[in-house]
């Protein structure tokens, strides 16, 4: 294995030696977004069941005149022509358009998704994908609101209307988390799954019914999203305006505190958080700031920080809503392939290395939010102990500083297109279905613990074998990654090994971790 530092697009171990700890990166998974060069907005409709009469009120109140796109995806019979456009064009003056491939997206244009498709976004145009003949759910709605928070990063709006299932929950989590507004339908849902789901799954802003939703945003349409050069400029011009969190400004992101003293309104609002949520966010980069903020504004219609500030002030609430922004609870099972693929070839020979029967495992997962990649590590450390003549104790640790988050963790209940990624034959052997998706076996459940814990602020854990911080060093300054990692060194075995994120490496702190695998 190489000596020298994991590569941050990988996920290679790093293992301690005599005071050094050798840190793994996982494989790049391009999470970077790419922003698309047209500048409107586009909003993503996604429906099932019930969704004709969900989208007749929503078009009952939508505006000629808004200024953005909207594209239908509304599950199809794959065997038959769609008559959606016919009928729905009858209830509006908007163009109403088949989403063909290759056709330019325009603003004040509406476009339906043709059957047996997937339908992406790229450069202004619609993509097709022929669809997937794999028995795992065509997850239509997932897979355009994820491309449109990938292209478009906080200029998308998503809105799950009635429908069965689980559609949808993935992709407003992604819009979410680029800067994006969500919207769901309330109760007025004939079948009201999929808009459930999402809600309970805290990736909605907003949920009303379908004419109330047209409503909301043709409020945004009036105000326009925020524009990021004139709501901070001086932070765009620091850490520019148009890359995602994370990936843009590099490290030269020196946090909130560095900024020039201008930006007064945006550091009384941090300080407002830290002083009533007990959260200090001036190290994290600004990138990751801004979205938030952006998103924000946007969502109360406010034009400027300084009005923000006000708001704030008045309305401890927003307090709390700002902070369930700032922490982005993204994750999933099984994320990046070539990271799992790692775990029995690289990283548990390792750990398995000249120990003794009596000797636990120790493994922590650090902003673990809502637990997928806990209960993924374990499954496969199982898997891979499982024809052993003695399995020594398994002991995960998950950390997280959001409480909502760990909850969700704690109860191992996940929806069907949660699970999608999950390999068919851990599914039977983990899993047990019930009649909101699954539900992780108590057998695994018993080997995980979870806690709140900032991880910049102090040291939970002692004598870990292995530390999974995958995508959460991105969102911090170059000083604060430097504390975590520290932290990260004292909490290790000697040997001890650390598994990074796609777009994260040690950085300043390679005198304390050497790359096991590193994988350009």
């Not at 997937?132 to 478009?152: G, M, T």
């Not at 902003?367 to 052993?388: P, R």
Request: glycine content about 8%; aromatic content about 6%; hydrophobic content about 40%.
């Amino acid at each position: 294995m190489a000596t020298e530092h994991s590569d941050p697009t990988q996920t290679p171990p790093v293992e301690s030696t005599a005071g050094s700890t050798q840190s793994m990166a996982p494989a790049s998974d391009n999470s970077a977004q790419s922003s698309d060069d047209a500048p409107f907005p586009i909003v993503g409709v996604g429906s099932s069941a019930g969704g004709l009469n969900a989208l007749t009120s929503f078009l009952s109140k939508l505006p000629t005149s808004t200024g953005m796109a909207f594209v239908f995806i509304q599950h199809l019979d794959p065997t038959h022509d769609s008559q959606l456009p016919v009928i729905l064009s009858r209830l509006t003056r908007l163009p109403i358009l088949p989403a063909d491939d290759g056709v330019e997206i325009r603003p004040d244009h509406v476009y339906i998704i043709t059957p047996n498709t997937s339908l992406a976004v790229e450069h202004g145009v619609l993509r097709t994908i022929p669809r997937d003949e794999s028995p795992k759910p065509h997850l239509s709605i997932d897979f355009f609101f994820q491309s449109l928070a990938r292209v478009r990063p906080g200029r998308t709006i998503g809105v799950v209307l009635s429908g069965t299932g689980t559609d949808g929950t993935l992709g407003l989590a992604a819009i979410k988390a680029s800067g994006g507004i969500t919207f769901a339908q309330d109760d007025t849902a004939e079948h009201g799954g999929m808009p459930k789901n999402a809600i309970d799954h805290g990736c909605v802003d907003v949920v009303l019914p379908p004419d109330e939703i047209a409503q909301e945003i043709e409020k945004i349409a009036r105000s326009g999203f925020p524009d990021l050069r004139e709501v901070l400029p001086l932070l765009a011009e620091k850490d520019g305006a148009d890359g995602a969190d994370g990936a843009d400004g590099a490290d030269g992101a020196d946090g909130i505190a560095a900024l020039p003293e201008d930006n007064k309104h945006l550091t009384a609002i941090i300080e407002m958080v830290r002083t009533r949520a007990g959260i200090d966010f001036t190290q994290y980069r600004p990138t990751t700031i801004k979205r938030r903020l952006l998103r924000r504004l946007g969502l109360l219609d406010l034009p400027s920080l300084e009005e923000y500030e006000q708001f704030i002030e008045g309305h401890p609430e927003e307090t709390a809503a700002l902070v369930k922004d700032l922490l982005i609870n993204v994750t999933s099972f099984y994320r990046d392939g070539a990271t799992f693929a790692a775990l029995p070839t690289i990283i548990f020979p390792v750990l398995m290395k000249n120990r003794l029967p009596t000797d636990a495992i120790r493994i922590w997962v650090a902003g673990c939010s809502t637990g997928q990649e806990v209960y993924s590590i374990a499954i496969e450390l199982l898997e891979y102990l499982k024809d052993s003549p003695s399995i020594p104790t398994i002991q995960m640790f998950g950390s997280d500083i959001s409480e909502w988050a760990l909850t969700k963790a704690r109860s191992g209940r996940y929806s069907a297109t949660a699970t999608a990624d999950v390999p068919p034959d851990r599914l039977a052997r983990y899993f047990t279905k019930d009649p909101l998706g699954y539900r992780i076996n108590k057998s695994v459940r018993d080997l995980c613990v979870f806690s709140k814990h900032d991880v910049t602020v102090d040291v939970p854990f002692s004598k870990i074998d292995l530390i999974s911080c995958r995508n959460l060093l991105i969102y911090l300054a170059p000083v604060l990654q430097t504390k975590v990692f520290r932290t990260f060194h004292f909490a290790m075995k000697p040997h001890g090994m650390l598994l990074l994120g796609s777009a994260e490496s040690v950085g300043r702190s390679s005198d304390l971790f050497a790359s096991v695998d590193e994988k350009k």
